[in-house]
T-cell receptor, first 115, second 114 residues
Framework: AQKITQTQPGMFVQEKEAVTLDCTYDTSDPSYGLFWYKQPSSGEMIFLIYQGSYDQQNATEGRYSLNFQKARKSANLVISASQLGDSAMYFCAILTPSGYSTLTFGKGTMLLVSP | NAGVTQTPKFRVLKTGQSMTLLCAQDMNHEYMYWYRQDPGMGLRLIHYSVGEGTTAKGEVPDGYNVSRLKKQNFLLGLESAAPSQTSVYFC?????????????FGPGTRLTVL
């Protein structure tokens, strides 16, 4: 079975600073995908970034980057130059073939960005 | 192109009542999913479908039934609602199995069972 652990229930960061949200995973599948989703207070789930287990380079999407350390089984999300609109819940998730290609989510990290 | 839509957005039921949540997607996606989100629990998979006419159980299927009669629609049914089913329900869809199979989510349905 696959598992995602997000150890930070909440994080605070000042506007314009960078912040790292931690995610560790556990799976026995050699092939898997790691995803980050953002859930603002309005409730919708917004896809941010994806990293495949065989991807050589860390994924980047605008201000979001994924610090993928395969040996440590970690897939931390880095948000550069935080903005007030980044305040939200952030979920890490894993997709594996043995999990029937369904997502297993972590419990999330609440990020608050202050002016 | 509306993406993934869910009907209704809010609903209040009494214990024992039944209801159906409708999910529709216009992206021609093969896979569709139903999740529930409870405080402190993240999202948990209820049921999913890998194509028209097929469904499978997820992590928390008890008390729910689903149907996928048309490729674009995925229905979630509660036959006899219980207070433990008070939750926010999300539908999602994705194009195909494997690879960077990004799931796109609907806006959610907030269900309260009294």
């Amino acid at each position: 079975a696959q598992k995602i652990t997000q150890t930070q229930p909440g994080m605070f960061v000042q506007e314009k600073e960078a912040v790292t949200l931690d995610c560790t995973y556990d799976t026995s599948d050699p092939s898997y995908g790691l995803f980050w989703y953002k859930q603002p207070s309005s409730g919708e789930m917004i896809f941010l970034i994806y990293q495949g287990s065989y991807d050589q380079q860390n994924a980047t999407e605008g201000r979001y980057s994924l610090n993928f350390q395969k040996a440590r089984k970690s897939a931390n999300l880095v948000i550069s130059a935080s903005q007030l609109g980044d305040s939200a819940m952030y979920f890490c998730a894993i997709l594996t073939p043995s999990g029937y290609s369904t997502l297993t989510f972590g419990k999330g990290t609440m990020l608050l960005v202050s002016p | 192109n509306a993406g993934v839509t869910q009907t209704p957005k809010f609903r209040v039921l009494k214990t024992g009542q039944s209801m159906t949540l409708l999910c529709a997607q216009d992206m021609n996606h093969e896979y569709m999913y139903w999740y529930r989100q409870d405080p402190g629990m993240g999202l948990r998979l209820i049921h999913y479908s890998v194509g028209e006419g097929t469904t499978a159980k997820g992590e928390v299927p008890d008390g729910y039934n689903v149907s996928r009669l048309k490729k674009q629609n995925f229905l979630l049914g509660l036959e006899s609602a219980a207070p433990s089913q008070t939750s926010v329900y999300f539908c999602a869809s994705s194009y195909r199995r494997g690879g960077p199979d990004t799931q796109y989510f609907g806006p959610g349905t907030r269900l309260t069972v009294l």
